[in-house]
């Protein structure tokens, strides 16, 4: 005690060790009685997740001084939440450095900074990155790929390969100049960020270099052709005077074999290489099996990333979904694998209907901000129980029921938009509107490592007994959603009245979106039931689903036109198809698709 108040004086070994002692003593505190309480502390804290970080793409942008409170704001929070790696990028994949680039180290290429621009950029990433490293954390700009810029094919045709069978342009391998111009973005930014700790490369979303052209003597394979890569980087940066910069190489990939390209370079990625996993497993495919390169691919040199949104979560349409039990199981999951390093993305959108995106800082400080901090304060204690990190980490003022309401999130997400724990409905939470389309969607059961899937492929067996199975669950996750409101009701008068409207909305249009995932599910079910079946009433059956799907759509409207438009595109598919000519050789052509015909036991 001294002058009334009481001083706290904390020690460590280093800087970052007093500011996460700091963070350990602010969970601690508590308020009773409307005063700040701190209980009787003696106790150690060590991180179970020694890299801990976070993958950002969607702004605020890095490359203006408008940008720049809201960038370090971010960077402070995520101090506070003992992040110590950032691996961001100013905008989504294609083309992402270039703001940042005038391509000296490529003199075909090389540009006029006439306005100053590229100036500006690469001093408001400079200041971004050293506010990062003054909070602890190593700064990582993702990333670089063959990515072509137009005027390169305009001016260097000779790099460039055009495929006969799709017409794309793709860079050629045995052209020198290509690895010359890879190699001078690397270059560029390793030599004007000195702070930059290295680069997050990216091996899909762009094009890949399995897809560049190569001649029929270069046998190498695709996994040695990454290998490749990693060393015309790891070069780049080395030329720059670089040579303690680290790449972080993702094995996401669009190829279809997946991580079998890699099978043939495990453990043999260079010692400034860490490996990253994704592979679209944790992303939105909820019930596919782990991935399986973690813990192969570079030993003790893993990260493993999270992506606590999900686009098959419910997340992109603006549903409340916290995945609170499934995201720290798979961290357990991976931290047995020998997995020290778990990145999470955060990519948030509006609550409610018409969502639009939303920033970082505003995610982390939202309403679901629990479902980021049950990753954060994972990471630091794989043992914590979710009940203390609720009451550790609850947003303020919201009462301990509001817990249940979150965790019901994640049966309402899975249960209204899968279907026995195998995908069946889109990509972003949204309506499929086609049959056509509904059957390609169907054909990731068939995904290598979606083994839940898999064994539950007899869901797609048209019958009447597997349909009730489905049906059932679409009734579970209408009655788990009315539950969510009756708890938002039951805690209206604790809520302040902003979070209270918003939740209200919210769940309204939620639940109405539920009611019809269960309708129009069924109503794609039912029109193969008519194509596969000869069972009486199937016709009639099906049509009396149309008017109840057409019903629901029609009460969703008052919510949500975009995502009613979405939904009512398949009832004008199933309508024009029943008015085809069901005789015509032109109709069975489309009536009868993919998973209709592969499906082995039918």
Not at 158 to 165: G, V
Request: with cysteine.
């Amino acid at each position: 005690m001294k002058d009334g108040n009481f001083h706290i004086y904390v020690s460590g070994e280093s800087e970052k060790a007093i500011l996460y002692g700091i963070c350990e003593i602010l969970d601690q505190t508590y308020i009773q009685d409307h005063e700040v309480r701190l209980p009787l502390l003696k106790m150690s804290s060590t991180p179970d997740i020694k890299k801990r970080g976070v993958e950002r793409h969607w702004g605020p942008s890095l490359t203006t001084t408008a940008s720049l409170d809201e960038n370090i704001s971010l960077i402070k929070l995520l101090a506070r939440k003992r992040i110590n790696h950032l691996m961001w990028i100013d905008s989504w994949i294609s083309m992402s450095w270039y703001p940042f680039l005038d391509f000296r180290h490529f003199p075909r290429l090389e540009r006029e900074d006439q306005h100053g621009k590229i100036k500006l950029a690469k001093e408001c990433l400079n200041r971004i990155i050293i506010e990062a490293r003054n909070w602890g954390m190593d700064f990582y700009l993702s990333c670089t790929e063959f990515n072509i810029p137009e005027e390169l094919l305009k001016i260097h045709p000779d790099m460039f390969y055009r495929n006969p069978k799709t017409g794309l342009c793709v860079l050629r391998l045995d052209s020198e100049d290509t690895w010359l111009f890879y190699k001078s973005k690397i270059k560029e930014v390793m030599e004007d960020f000195p702070s930059l700790s290295g680069i997050e490369l990216w091996t899909g979303e762009a094009m890949e270099i399995w897809q560049c052209y190569r001649p029929d003597t270069d046998t190498r394979s695709i996994g040695e052709l990454f290998l490749a890569m990693y060393d015309k980087a790891l070069e780049a940066m080395d030329e720059a005077g670089r040579s303690d910069g680290r790449i972080i190489c993702s094995s996401f990939t669009h190829h279809p074999e997946c991580e079998k390209l890699y099978e043939d370079i495990l453990g043999k990625l260079p010692e400034r290489c860490d490996a990253r996993s994704k592979m679209q497993v944790e992303d939105f495919y909820r019930f596919h099996s782990p991935a399986t390169l973690p813990g192969r691919l570079a030993p003790g040199r893993e990260w493993v990333e999270f992506d606590l949104g999900g686009e098959y979560r419910g997340d992109w349409s603006g549903w409340i979904t916290c995945a609170l039990q499934f995201i720290p199981d798979r961290m357990r999951y991976y931290q047995e694998k020998g997995i020290s390093g778990y990145m999470c993305r955060i990519r948030g959108y509006s609550l409610g209907p018409n969502t639009k995106f939303v920033g970082d800082y505003a995610v982390l400080k939202g309403l679901q901000s629990i479902k980021y901090d049950v990753f954060f304060k994972t990471c630091w204690d794989m043992n914590i129980q979710l009940e203390d990190i609720w009451k550790i980490c609850k947003k303020s003022g919201f009462p301990d029921e509001m817990l249940q309401f979150f965790q019901l999130s994640e049966k309402v997400a899975e249960q209204a938009q899968y279907s026995n724990e195998s995908i069946v409905n889109n990509f972003h939470s949204s309506f499929i509107g086609s049959i056509e389309r509904y059957e390609w969607q169907l054909q990731y059961m068939d995904h290598p490592y979606n083994t839940a899937g898999m064994e539950r492929k007899w869901i797609l067996e048209p019958s009447e007994e597997n349909l009730s199975i489905i049906l059932a669950e679409k009734d579970l996750a209408i009655k788990n959603v009315h539950k969510m409101s009756e708890i938002l009701e039951q805690c209206k008068n604790e809520l302040s009245e902003d979070d209270y409207s918003v939740l209200k909305t919210c769940m309204d249009y939620q639940t109405q979106a539920v009611k019809v995932f269960k309708v129009h599910t069924e109503m794609f079910f039912r029109y193969r039931l008519l194509m596969m079946t000869t069972s009486e009433n199937r016709y009639e059956l099906l049509t009396d689903c149309m008017k109840r799907c057409e019903k629901e759509v029609t009460l969703l409207r008052d919510h949500d036109q975009v995502q009613a438009q979405n939904a009512y595109a398949l009832i004008t598919d199933i309508k024009w198809r029943l008015n085809c000519d069901m005789n015509s050789s032109y109709y069975h052509e489309l009536a009868y698709h993919g998973v209709c015909k592969t499906a082995g036991f039918l």
